[in-house]
C-alpha cells in the first residue's frame, strides 16, 4: 500500500522566513499530489495541487510545490512566510489517476510562525 | 458561506452507545467522504458515496456505518463506539470520483470523546 511520509511534524520560524516542508510518497506509478492546509479552528482546504504538466505548481497565498517524481517528493515551499501562515500543512497523494477514491494523506506538519 | 457543514463539532457519548454524526453539503457535488483523523495522525479514509453507491474502505471495521439518504446528507453511525474510537471524524465532498485531480472540499470536522 502506498504511503505518505511529511518529515517534520512542527516547524517554527520567524516572519520572513523561507519555508520548505518535505513530502514523499511510496507509489510508482502515476499520481496525483496535493497540499491542505488547515488554519486555528478551521477546516481543511486546499491549497494547491498537481495532477499533470509542468512540475511547478503556484498555489494561494504566495505557496508553491515542486513535483520530482524521480525523488517521489512533492515540497511546498513559500519565500517569505507571514504570522498568518500559522497553520497545520498535510501532503496528500492521490494513485488512481482515474478516481478519486484513493486519496491517502501525510501526518501533518505544524507550523508556527513568530511575529 | 459554509459549503460542508458537520454538526455537531463536538460529541459526547458511552462506551457501546450507538452515535451519529451528520454532514451536508451545499456543494450539490456527487461524491461524500467520512474521514478518521486520530491525534497527530494523517486522515484516514473510512468510505465514500458516489451518488447512491457506497464503497467501503477495506480495513473500516464493521462498527461503522454510513447511510446517504440524498444529496445534501451523509450520515456515520458508529453501532457500538469503543476508547479507540474517540477522534476527529471528517466530511469531505467532491464534484465527480473520475479523474483522480478531483479538490476535496472538508467540513470542519466533529470531535468524538467516548467515555
Known amino acids: 500500500a502506498q504511503s505518505v511520509s511529511q518529515h517534520n511534524h512542527h516547524v517554527i520560524l520567524s516572519e520572513a522566513a523561507s519555508l520548505e516542508l518535505g513530502c514523499n510518497y511510496s507509489y510508482g506509478g502515476t499520481v496525483n499530489l496535493f497540499w491542505y492546509v488547515q488554519y486555528p479552528g478551521q477546516h481543511l482546504q486546499l491549497l494547491l495541487k498537481y495532477f499533470s504538466g509542468d512540475p511547478l505548481v503556484k498555489g494561494i497565498k504566495g505557496f508553491e510545490a515542486e513535483f520530482i517524481k524521480s525523488k517521489f517528493s512533492f515540497n511546498l515551499r513559500k519565500p517569505s512566510v507571514q504570522w498568518s501562515d500559522t497553520a497545520e500543512y498535510f501532503c496528500?497523494?492521490?494513485?488512481?489517476?482515474?478516481?478519486?477514491?484513493?486519496?491517502?494523506f501525510g501526518a501533518g506538519t505544524r507550523l508556527t510562525v513568530k511575529p | 458561506d459554509a459549503m460542508v457543514i458537520q454538526n455537531p463539532r463536538y460529541q459526547v457519548t458511552q462506551f457501546g452507545k450507538p452515535v451519529t454524526l451528520s454532514c451536508s453539503q451545499t456543494l450539490n457535488h456527487n461524491v461524500m467522504y467520512w474521514y478518521q483523523q486520530k491525534s497527530s495522525q494523517a486522515p484516514k479514509l473510512l468510505f465514500h458515496?458516489?451518488?447512491?453507491?457506497?464503497?467501503n474502505e477495506a480495513d473500516t471495521p464493521d462498527n461503522f456505518q454510513s447511510r446517504r439518504p440524498n444529496t445534501s446528507f451523509c450520515f456515520l453511525d458508529i453501532r457500538s463506539p469503543g476508547l479507540g474510537d474517540a477522534a476527529m471524524y471528517l466530511c469531505?465532498?467532491?464534484?465527480?470520483?473520475?479523474?483522480?485531480?478531483?479538490?476535496?472540499?472538508f467540513g470542519p470536522g466533529t470531535r468524538l470523546l467516548v467515555l
Open positions: 469531505a465532498t467532491s464534484r465527480d470520483l473520475r479523474g483522480g485531480g478531483e479538490t476535496q472540499y
Open positions: 458515496y458516489y451518488d447512491k453507491d457506497f464503497n
Open positions: 496528500a497523494v492521490n494513485s488512481d489517476p482515474y478516481n478519486n477514491n484513493d486519496m491517502r
